[in-house]
């Protein structure tokens, strides 16, 4: 894939339509397009986070380690961020992610991230608002399985 199919690739992203040519094109000359099987561990908790993904085609599965054995939490899909919480927060990956599928994603360096935070305010609205779903989400998983352990201790 040539510089000029990526930068359309990149376009058609949400997160990254309101962009500059000329920034997507410098965000598809430093990042890397990866692909991963069915299968695949794109991370594993407590790996380094060096970079963020962006799906560009396919899901992952976001596995939580329990007392029970590993649990997929949630599943992400086409156009979402993942792996930004460790870069932003500068700590260890929190969970394992699993290609769902055939996965291709754009890796995205930390410092590449970052400049397209400072420079670009629509993106960091939308990797904000991205980041409030991902917390909303998990808090209703939580009222969940709250409601569950109390209505097993009430058996």
Request: charge should be negative; proline fraction near 2%; glycine fraction near 6%.
């Amino acid at each position: 894939m040539d510089l000029a199919e990526e930068t359309d690739l990149l376009r058609k992203i949400p997160m990254f339509a309101k962009m500059e040519t000329s920034r997507l094109k410098l965000l598809a000359f430093a990042s890397e397009i990866v692909s991963f099987q069915h299968g695949d561990i794109v991370f594993n908790s407590g790996d380094s986070a060096d970079y963020a993904y962006v799906i560009m085609d396919g899901a992952v599965d976001i596995i939580t380690e329990t007392d029970s054995g590993p649990v997929i939490t949630d599943t992400l899909r086409q156009n979402q961020l993942i792996g930004e919480l460790g870069l932003l927060n500068n700590t260890p990956r929190i969970a394992t992610l699993i290609a769902n599928g055939d996965l291709q994603a754009m890796k995205i360096t930390a410092e590449m991230f970052f400049r397209i935070l400072r420079e670009n305010s629509e993106v960091s609205l939308d990797v904000i608002r991205m980041l409030s779903d991902k917390l909303t989400r998990s808090h209703a998983q939580v009222e969940a399985l709250q409601k569950q352990v109390y209505q097993q201790d009430g058996d």
